[in-house]
């Protein structure tokens, strides 16, 4: 106990000790500290202008430079007409938010390029080698070459058929505007307000474009070029002929709705009669096979053990 006390003692005396000398500089001295306070010094002190580069962010410093050089090759693959076709799909796709011709062809290149890597990449797990790697590489190249087409059809498939839905209750919310006394261009409004949908936003654009100076006529016809479904270009073929001769506009809705409303229970009579053909493929090779097996596995069972 007495020796524990000791050195406790003389453990305490050091840190005294060293608390009460002063702290040492450790600051260097000569050319060297001198040289380390000025670098020190000017990364403390340096211009915004010279850290500008270094603060923009990553997709700024690296993205978009490769971006614009995949634009470049793009347009060196892409035809003549490759952006007239790109922005018609974009059209009919509602024209994505931050999606444009320049995009597109960019991110076909980029598609492309990660199609190479990926298939690279994958082509080990699957053992490939010789004639089947370079098949199986421009099959990755291929497809990621056409990824951003795919994704456009797809979105623009998918908007047309919600406008193709939305299209025969639309008219009928336009007919009854318009006989209960409301004007074409105020029952349209009606339509663009009161209805959500890619429909309502094409009405919302067409009374921008005729608000900004352009014809009514117009602003129909081209809402008519925005889609590629007959019966919305019928529908406006009927009201720009209604508005160039003077045909009231109410009874033209009203044919009009009786007419979507017959083609979409057309539609519908149509694709009932195709589910007997759509099943006869997963019934013969899903459904049978296994009723087979079990009503007639039993007796197979038996029946050899009989013979064995």
Do not use: H
Not at 44 to 65: M, S, V, Y
Not at 263 to 289: D, G, N, S
Request: charged residues 20%.
């Amino acid at each position: 106990m007495v020796l524990f006390l000791g050195l406790l003692m003389v453990i305490v005396a050091i840190v005294i000790v060293g608390m009460a000398l002063p702290s040492r500089d450790t600051t260097p001295v000569g050319s060297v500290g001198r040289s380390l306070a000025a670098l020190e010094s000017f990364g403390q002190n340096i211009p915004k202008e010279l850290t500008a580069e270094l603060d923009r962010p990553f997709a700024e410093r690296i993205l978009a430079p490769f971006q614009n050089r995949a634009l470049t090759i793009g347009r060196r693959l892409s035809g003549r007409d490759s952006a007239e076709r790109i922005e018609r799909k974009l059209e009919l796709a509602g024209n994505p938010v931050g999606w444009t011709v320049d995009r597109v062809v960019a991110m076909k290149v980029i598609g492309a390029v990660g199609g190479l890597i990926a298939a690279f990449i994958f082509s080990p797990v699957l053992g490939l080698s010789g004639i089947k790697l370079v098949g199986f590489l421009a099959v990755g190249v291929a497809v990621g070459y056409m990824g951003a087409d795919m994704f456009l059809y797809q979105k623009g498939y998918d908007r047309q058929n919600r406008i193709a839905v939305e299209l025969p209750d639309a008219i009928d919310l336009l007919t009854i505007s318009v006989e209960s006394g409301l004007a074409f261009d105020a029952a349209v409004q009606q339509v663009a307000t009161n209805t959500d949908g890619p429909l309502a936003e094409e009405f919302g654009r067409v009374l921008r474009e005729m608000q900004i100076g352009r014809g009514r006529a117009d602003a129909l016809r081209a809402l008519g070029d925005r889609t590629n479904l007959e019966e919305l270009r019928s529908f406006v073929g009927a009201m720009v002929q209604a508005d160039a001769f003077g045909i009231p506009i109410g009874q033209v809705l009203r044919v009009q709705s009786s007419e979507m409303r017959t083609k979409r229970r057309q539609k519908a009579e149509a694709k009932a009669q195709q589910i007997p053909v759509k099943m006869t493929i997963p019934l013969i090779f899903c459904i049978l096979p296994t009723l087979f097996i079990i009503v007639l596995g039993p007796a197979v069972i038996s029946i050899m053990d009989s013979f064995g």
